[in-house]
């Protein structure tokens, strides 16, 4: 099929590719002409495991191109909308200005029959408004098809879903027919592979996503509560998890306690949600997503606080190690990170922060050029403290006698639970989990 991807960040980028890897010939679009710049030379603007590979692949076949010419979506019979919903400024509400530019932007070039479908997460309602403009202006339908892909597993989420949802326009008591057999021919290979598909209506869709992002968020927060009591009688969150998740029905999978989750999803999502079930005057059904997020940011000042304990009360020209700043491994992504929050807030404190990260430094550096850069060997090197915030296995491998000949001081708090705590005990650290004795 011939596809145009619209915005090329992390999630168009990944889906464009994905999409010429899967046989169609497709365009990416976005207004960022320095990202397009790399993209057409095949290098991906971000750190995704995989993404190389099948950029290169696809551009060795010819059926992948980029452009910054929304005119470059012409002629293709279906428009993805990948552009980000970031959080409003000053609001917990979702900003859906790129969205709507790139459906107003899209108009022009659209036929009658083509399908446009947003893969954007938006509030409810979202859809069912577009779908009405750009019928009445172009004669083409929507639908809306939601993405559940994780960055650092991003290529594989896509090419291999664990599950499709189309939410498409209802045609008196039916859905939209047409709108899913081409969403099926798109995804030919995973509908053949008996990969499960929920087809439903715009609403519907869109709920399914902000509440997926909901639950994971809240399962995190809720081990993350566990925690904090567990710190006040002395119990261990990581064996209380281990015990919880053997029951099937609760699972062990996002029951890790430690910093906390951060990225360009759960927290915005999680606010956009509240911000939307106020709208609706539901805001009491999703209030417990505040204190998702309250337990959540607790968890920063949670590590911010042992540290400032450990260094005897005050950080004020002390020197700090702290590791990672990515929100989490396998990514370069600091958006609403956990780990850069601490880092930043420790250098407020008047802290001499040094933070090492396998890919996030860049992102980082141009966001707080006020922390010090460096190498794993340099950040720890004459530290006071050493803080661990992002389980980059690097982090995880790191041998506490070798460690502990560059640190000034052997203590370690381990942000993500995964140090284990003998081990550097024995070799002399002072070592501090989350809701671990
Ligand atoms: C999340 C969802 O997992 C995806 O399904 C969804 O498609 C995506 O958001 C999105 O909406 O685009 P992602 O943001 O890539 O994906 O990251 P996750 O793997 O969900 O991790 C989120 C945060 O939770 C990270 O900061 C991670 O460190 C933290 N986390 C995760 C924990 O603190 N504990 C856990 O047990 C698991």
């Known amino acids: 099929m011939k596809i145009s991807v619209i915005g090329c960040g992390y999630l168009g980028a990944v889906h464009a590719a994905a999409m010429a890897e899967l046989g169609h010939e497709v365009v990416g679009i976005d207004v960022d002409a320095a990202r397009i710049a790399q993209l057409s030379a095949g290098e991906p603007p971000f750190f995704e495991p995989g993404l190389p590979e099948i950029l290169a692949a696809a551009g060795a076949t010819g ?11 012409a002629g293709c019979a279906l428009h993805f909308i990948a552009v980000g919903t970031p959080q409003l400024r000053g609001s917990y509400a979702a900003d859906l200005s790129f969205v709507d530019a790139a459906v107003e932007d899209l108009l022009p070039h659209l036929a009658e029959g083509d399908l446009v479908v947003g893969k954007s997460t938006v509030p409810v309602g979202t859809a069912a408004r577009l779908a009405e403009r750009i019928e009445a202006a172009s004669g083409a339908t929507l639908a809306w098809n939601p993405e559940f892909l994780r960055e650092g597993y991003a290529v594989k989420d896509t090419i291999e879903p664990d599950r499709l949802v189309y939410g498409v326009r209802r045609v008196g008591d039916a ?10 021919e798109v995804y030919a290979r995973a509908v053949g592979a008996g990969v499960p598909r929920v087809v439903t209506d715009y609403q519907t869709a869109e709920l399914v996503k902000v509440s997926a992002n909901a ?18 009688v002395g119990a261990d969150v990581t064996q209380l998890a281990d015990a919880i998740g053997h029951d099937s029905r609760i699972g062990r999978r996002f029951l890790n306690a430690g910093a906390g989750f951060g990225g360009g999803c759960l927290p915005k999502d999680i606010r956009a949600f509240v911000a939307r079930a106020e709208e609706l005057g539901r805001g009491e059904s999703v209030a417990f997503l505040k204190e998702v997020d309250a337990i959540n ?27 990672g700043v990515t929100f989490k491994p396998y990514s370069d992504d ?20 040094a933070v090492t990260d396998p890919q996030g430094m860049a992102n980082a550096r141009a966001r707080h050029p006020q922390l010090k850069y460096r190498g794993l060997e340099g950040a720890l090197r004459e530290a006071e403290i050493v803080v ?50």
């Open 175 to 184: 859905l939209d027919a047409r709108a899913v057999g081409l969403l099926d």
């Open 63 to 73: 059926r992948l191109s980029f452009s910054t010419d929304i005119g470059a979506a």
């Open 388 to 437: 661990l915030v992002t389980e980059w296995p690097e982090f995880r491998a790191l041998d506490p006698v070798v460690a502990g000949q560059l640190v000034a001081e052997r203590i370690i708090i381990d942000g993500r639970n995964v140090l284990e705590p003998a081990a550097w005990r024995a070799a002399g650290w002072v070592y501090r989990g989350m809701g671990r004795p």
């Open 334 to 353: 600091v958006r609403d990170s956990p780990a850069l929050d601490v880092a930043v807030q420790l250098r407020g404190l008047g802290a001499k922060v």
């Open 297 to 323: 940011l607790r968890r920063r000042q949670r590590i911010v606080d042992l540290v400032v304990e450990h260094l005897g009360g005050s950080v004020h020209r002390r020197r700090v190690a702290v590791l």
């Open 215 to 232: 639950f994971l968020a809240t399962k995190i927060s809720f081990i993350n509560a566990m925690a904090e009591i567990a710190e006040e």
